[in-house]
């Protein structure tokens, strides 16, 4: 059964009463000094790391052990600070929260310096399987945005058994690369201005060399009327210090033009995705009423959508970074998800 409300529009602005007197609660109900006890302008503490498949992943890890689990995956240019605010709230409501570096990102490190730096799509979803097996986490409730929100869709279309329920800001963002051979109107376009920039070797040596301003650039293209500071941007900034930054972001860009090649042992996932699989777990979507980054229609990706779903539109200026932006909305979504 397909519940679509997308005419409840949430006004829930970032800092308002209702997020911060949860995060008030979250923080009563932290012991001081530990992990848990994490202000809404302190950066995480207690960063654990895993192996998982190809990686050694990073992690911030909240909330109790027995809770219900809940993965929140960032996307670029971010990192696990997109959730500061987010990961309290749940902690205090019982959920187990698992906040990954995606690779390329914070301390997220490749065994091994032969291992190809791919970010194709299949590859960082499989990073959230072999994260959940490497933790022992059976299912979990998966959440995200921008590249976060494809790799959670993505494992809720092909590890269903895994996914008890989803929230995806922006949707539907499963692609294929013969999907994205097809050119858009030109507005269209102009809005991946820095995909075709990264198609070129000058691209390439020009977000090397300037990668903090680079996507401080996006930053606020991307969230137009999203007032962050120096000190904000700053703490996100040093998780592109990495050594596989660069050469994840230029792949993943190129290799969704065709321009790069994946890696063979994701051919027969990219097949199954190419077909644009249906999610049929219980899914809220989001989308903020000032989003600066191409994102889809959601009339466009309702249908994509076969189990339990809702639309929910975040309003009063929130943009591309949700999460980070309206912190008790995208808290509530995760909340109430697991109870369509």
């Known amino acids: 059964m397909t519940i679509f409300d997308a005419s409840n529009s949430l006004d829930f602005q970032r800092r308002d009463f209702l997020g911060l007197a949860t995060l008030a609660t979250a923080a009563a109900l932290v012991p001081a000094g530990s992990a848990l006890a994490t202000s809404v302008a302190a950066p995480f503490t207690g960063l654990k790391q895993v ?40 902690a205090a409501k019982g959920y187990r929260v698992i906040v990954p570096h995606l690779r390329g990102h914070g301390t997220t490190r490749f065994h091994d310096a032969a291992t190809p730096r791919n970010g194709q799509q299949a590859a960082i979803a499989a990073d959230g399987i072999a994260l959940m097996d490497a933790l022992g986490i059976r299912q979990a409730i998966v959440a995200g945005f921008d590249w976060g929100a494809r790799t959670a869709d993505i494992m809720a279309a092909l590890w269903p058994e895994r996914c008890k329920a989803l929230v995806s ?22 809005q991946w201005w820095y995909q075709f920039y990264f198609a070129t070797e000058r691209g390439r040596a020009g977000y090397a060399a300037n990668t903090s301003a680079f996507n401080r650039q996006i930053w606020e293209l991307a969230s137009p009327q999203w007032a962050f500071d120096d000190a904000t941007f700053a703490r996100s900034a040093a998780s592109f210090v990495n050594p596989d930054h660069v050469d994840i972001v230029i792949h993943n860009y190129r290799w969704r033009l065709g321009l ?43 249908g994509k959508f076969t189990g339990k779903y809702a639309h929910r539109l975040i309003t009063g200026g929130i943009g591309h970074n949700l999460p980070q932006e309206a912190p008790a909305a995208f808290a509530q979504a995760v909340i109430d998800v697991g109870s369509l």
């Open 260 to 302: 790069a090649e994946g890696e063979a042992q994701y051919d027969a996932l990219e097949a199954r995705l190419a077909t644009g699989p249906t999610i049929a777990i219980p899914t809220i979507t989001m989308e903020g009423d000032a989003n600066g980054a191409p994102h889809p229609d959601p009339a466009s990706y309702a």
């Open 51 to 90: 192996d998982a498949g190809p990686l050694n992943v990073g992690y911030v890890e909240m909330g109790p052990a027995r809770g219900k689990p809940v993965l929140l995956f960032h996307g670029w240019p971010y990192d696990i600070h997109a959730f500061a605010e987010v990961a309290p709230i749940l």
């Open 169 to 190: 800001v922006s949707g539907y963002l499963i692609g294929s690369q013969a999907a994205n051979a097809k050119p858009l109107p030109p507005k269209a376009e102009l």
